[in-house]
């Protein structure tokens, strides 16, 4: 167990730093941040330029850089954004708990759907209950989400008048950014649920429990649900990367007010700091949520740690 | 799994519906298809012209714009058809792409192990952690939005997917008798990779590769829809969808039809992919 602990730790370290390398390395090549600082200024002279620089640590090599961003990042300090000069972990200490919250409601109703869903279609394996949710979950995966959220800000809000089109005001402008992600996740779960409980129900338990006369829901979801809850709970975390990844897309269709919109707005300012730090704390993040959904997994299932 | 079970699983769907799921894919692929094929030929001016006297027609009822027409009265379904070749484009293209490499990649990968191994399954973990939409925000930021630079970025992300799945598929195949035999009468590396193992591995390949082309039309229209993706200018499904948010509140239609293209297409792909699994992946390795 010591081994396989160290061993998915190490990686998780390397992944880590790659990813904040990469990111940095790429930042690194949009030119040259105090001549971006300064445009539109009049009257800036070399020597002002060479005072910022000195100043933000840009003439240091790239590595010495590099260095002061990890150490920046353990001490959770990002500097200051190039607009206004607020600190960056300001701006993110904002909007993170709205990108997680909307992370956690979408998943939780991707679950609520995907789950009795799933079962169904597993159950009614080839009946056409069976075929309508595979349709509709192809069709689920088929148009994009932010197409989703256009569709229904156009029905719920403009037409019927029933829910903010944008912004962030309190549950009600909760609901549209939630469920169109919620939709989308339960698409790809669905099948992962009705493949997991296909296996689960050919189990002898299963067919115990059928015989000494258990209700069909107590043996879906007391003994067929929970035997595939381990595999089930790894596969939706290993989609934390995916979820992220539409929640960015998701927030800027509703003005929704999380790290996805601060990276928007960063690309258009050209706001490098902020940029940065936004990539750089989803992707720990993401690793963060495998990392753990991985160990989780090794410590319930000892299969899993020989790999 | 037990192989009774792996039978009743592979079973699951009767032949009418997996005919259905083909039909309906080949038609909704082959109409696009057509569509953008010939788009040239029934709308020359490829949705570009602009008519300021027929400003945001609503749809069906105009006989020359049966889909409208958007703010600078450009016909909606002519700019729709146009739109397609961007997208048909790039889910061909980035996935012909990313297989080339993923599938070269994973063969060498999973076939001599050791340390080319090792770096195909760190690259793997590296991709996993950055989302497709992150890395193109931070590239994008940099070098600008473009066709060829969405297609680029495509490639860059994905061919660790078919590398994967290649080197599982190469690491069982080895211990197979076929392949045993084969490199004990002397069979080259490059002829063994080539013409034993590859055709082997063909199936679940074109299965990833047809879902794909469906993903990746997904992909490039996010980017292009929030401005990092092709130029505005162009005629693009994104793009499209994009301005058509603007109009919401007076002109639904703008933002209507290009989204139904865009799923109309996607779901054709996916239909055929997932019949394709069905006959080509029947195990179900492409699955997750």
């Given at each position: 167990m010591a081994g396989?602990?160290?061993?998915r730790l190490l990686q998780a370290l390397f992944v880590m730093v790659a990813v904040t390398l990469i990111v940095a390395f790429a930042i690194r090549l949009t030119g040259d941040p105090a001549l971006m600082l300064t445009q539109g200024s009049a009257a800036v002279t070399e020597a002002d330029l060479e005072r910022i620089r000195e100043a933000l640590?840009?003439?240091q090599p790239f590595f010495v850089q590099y260095l002061s961003f990890l150490r920046g990042l353990v001490s959770l300090d990002f500097g200051r954004s190039f607009i206004g000069g607020t600190p960056v972990s300001q701006l993110i200490a904002k909007a993170l708990p709205a990108t997680l919250s909307l992370a956690l409601s979408s998943m939780l109703i991707a679950?609520?759907?995907?789950?009795?869903?799933?079962?169904?279609?597993?159950?009614a394996r080839g009946k056409w209950?069976?075929?309508l949710i595979r349709i509709c979950s192809l069709a689920g995966l088929s148009f994009p989400n932010f197409w989703l959220a256009t569709m229904m800000v156009l029905v719920f809000s403009i037409t019927l008048g029933w829910l903010p089109p944008s912004g962030m005001s309190g549950f009600s402008s909760l609901i549209m950014p939630a469920v169109t992600m919620g939709v989308i996740l339960t698409a790809t779960n669905v099948r992962l649920v009705r493949t997991a409980m296909l296996e689960t129900l050919q189990a002898q338990y299963i067919m115990v429990a059928r015989a000494k006369g258990l209700g069909e829901r107590a043996v879906l979801y007391k003994h067929g649900l929970r035997n595939c809850a381990i595999p089930l709970?790894?596969?939706?975390?290993?989609?934390?990367?995916?979820?992220i990844g539409g929640i960015v897309v998701v927030e800027r269709v509703f003005n929704w007010p999380g790290l996805g919109t601060l990276a928007f707005d960063a690309v258009a300012a050209r706001d490098y700091p902020v940029l940065q730090a936004v990539i750089t704390v989803l992707s720990l993040l993401i690793i963060a949520v495998n990392l753990v959904v991985d160990i989780a997994y090794g410590l319930i299932d000892p299969r899993v740690r020989v790999r | 799994m037990s192989r009774t079970s792996d039978k009743t699983q592979r079973k699951g769907a009767p032949t009418h519906f997996r005919t259905l799921e083909f039909t309906l894919g080949l038609l909704f692929v082959g109409v696009m298809g057509l569509a953008v094929l010939f788009s040239g030929i029934v709308?020359?001016?490829?949705?570009?012209?602009i008519d300021l006297t027929a400003r945001l027609l609503p749809p069906f009822t105009?006989?020359?714009h049966s889909l409208g027409t958007d703010p600078l009265g450009r016909d909606v379904l002519a700019r729709i058809v146009t739109g397609g070749k961007i997208s048909l484009e790039v889910g061909l293209l980035s996935v012909a792409g990313a297989v080339t490499v993923g599938v070269v990649v994973g063969m060498m990968s999973g076939y001599y192990r050791g340390l080319c191994d090792m770096i195909v399954m760190r690259l793997v973990d590296i991709q996993l952690a950055l989302p497709f939409i992150l890395l193109a925000i931070t590239v994008i930021a940099i070098f600008g939005g473009s066709l060829s630079h969405t297609i680029i970025l495509l490639i860059v992300s994905q061919w660790v997917q078919y590398a994967r799945l290649v080197r599982g598929l190469v690491i069982a195949l080895r211990e197979r008798d076929f392949i045993q035999q084969a490199q004990a009468i002397g069979v080259g590396d490059v002829k063994l990779l080539f013409s034993h193992l590859l055709p082997n591995l063909i199936g679940p390949v074109i299965v990833l590769m047809t879902l794909n082309i469906a993903n990746n039309i997904l992909l490039e229209s996010s980017l292009t829809f929030l401005g990092l993706g092709i130029d505005p200018t162009i005629p693009s499904w994104g793009g499209m969808l994009a301005q058509g948010r603007t109009y919401l509140q007076n002109a639904w239609w703008i933002a209507v039809f290009p989204g139904l293209?865009?799923?109309?297409?996607?779901l054709g792909f996916n239909l055929l992919g997932d019949w394709l699994r069905d006959r080509l992946d029947p195990t179900g390795t492409t699955l997750r």
């Open positions: 396989f602990l160290l061993k640590g840009l003439n679950i609520a759907l995907s789950v009795p869903l799933g079962i169904k279609a597993a159950v209950a069976d075929q709970i790894t596969w939706f975390g290993l989609q934390f990367g995916a979820l | 709308f020359p001016d490829g949705g570009e012209k105009h006989g020359t293209a865009i799923m109309v297409t996607v």
